[in-house]
């Protein structure tokens, strides 16, 4: 990755820290406030190598676990595994392709919201958790998807993240 893109990266991710963190829960309702660093983590996954981008996704999971307030770890597992399985198939697919994209925010939703209720039940027992995590899932979704379908119409999407 070039320094120009690490930096449009580093710069780009402190500023979905700062939306997601401190102006959204003001203005926004807790069930439809999108989920800015997994639609990062996403992007990252379909456009960069697996070297530069396995990192970057736990990392991005390890930062939505702090500000998060969840169980440490949680978000960092399910960003890399899903990074894994996207970057297994993306591979083979389209890659620069904007309905790929929010298709893949969307199964990322759902898959990570699968993946952390799946842990959550496993390890915790918080009898009312579920419930609430359920209730959540179809607003959450939307979210990321009408996110993600922002980010695609940006001019530039559809460009390289690095030389190959």
């Known amino acids: 990755m070039s320094r120009r893109a690490a930096l449009l990266l580093f710069c780009l991710v402190l500023a979905s820290i700062v939306i997601q963190v401190s102006l959204l829960p003001v203005f926004v309702m807790p069930p439809f406030k999108p989920d800015l660093?997994?639609?990062?983590?996403?992007?990252?996954?379909?456009?960069?190598?697996f070297e530069t981008g396995a990192p970057l996704a736990w990392l991005l999971g390890l930062l939505d676990d702090v500000y998060g307030g969840l169980y440490l770890g949680l978000n960092a597992a399910s960003f890399l595994i899903s990074f894994f399985i996207i970057k297994s198939v993306?591979?083979?697919?389209?890659?620069?392709?904007?309905?790929?994209?929010?298709?893949?925010?969307?199964?990322?939703?759902?898959?990570?919201?699968?993946?952390?209720?799946?842990?959550?039940?496993?390890?915790?027992?918080?009898?009312?958790?579920?419930?609430?995590?359920?209730?959540?899932i179809f607003p959450r979704l939307l979210v990321n998807a009408f996110?993600?379908?922002?980010?695609?119409?940006?001019?530039?999407?559809?460009?390289?993240?690095e030389a190959s």
Not at 115 to 136: E, K, Q, R, W
């Open 147 to 161: 996110v993600a379908s922002i980010v695609s119409s940006f001019p530039g999407f559809d460009c390289k993240l």
């Open 37 to 49: 660093l997994l639609v990062i983590m996403v992007f990252i996954a379909l456009r960069s190598s």
């Open 90 to 136: 993306s591979d083979r697919l389209y890659a620069d392709s904007g309905i790929l994209f929010v298709l893949t925010v969307s199964g990322v939703t759902l898959a990570g919201f699968t993946l952390n209720l799946l842990l959550i039940v496993m390890f915790t027992s918080s009898p009312g958790i579920a419930y609430s995590m359920l209730s959540d």
